[in-house]
């Protein structure tokens, strides 16, 4: 069993950075991918970056290339999310996710994921 913890959430201006955090425990392999997802209110869940955790690949959504960064460190099992030159419409609950597996490359697609975090606020104001 996966477990996944998100941190690092908050209120910032348009154009300021943010980095969330995602603790994840209750697992040993390589195999795994990993992503980080968003929903608005009223809005579906999208994929905003993945990582698959044995070869280092990514994959973002075209809405956050070039601006957001995924990263993971292996010595802390900790999954980032680097933000930067936020918008007002980045604005959403960022969750954490993750499916074990062989998925290269890896994937955005929400129902791909089987465990997920609680969810952590992004407040981008204009």
């Known amino acids: 069993q996966v477990q996944l913890v998100e941190s690092g959430g908050g209120s910032v201006q348009a154009g300021g950075s943010l980095r969330l955090s995602c603790a994840a425990s209750?697992?040993?392999?390589?195999?795994?991918?990993m992503g980080w997802f968003r929903q608005a209110p009223g809005k579906e869940r999208e994929g905003v970056a993945a990582i698959y955790i044995g070869r280092g690949s990514t994959l973002y959504a075209d809405s956050v290339k070039g601006r957001f960064t995924i990263s993971l460190d292996n010595a802390k099992n900790t999954l980032y999310l680097q933000m930067n030159s936020l918008k007002p419409e980045d604005t959403a609950m960022y969750y954490c996710a993750a499916v074990i597996g062989f998925c290269s490359p890896p994937s955005i697609k929400s129902y791909e994921y089987t465990y997920w975090g609680q969810g952590t606020q992004v407040t981008v104001s204009s």
């Open positions: 209750g697992y040993t392999y390589s195999s795994i991918c």
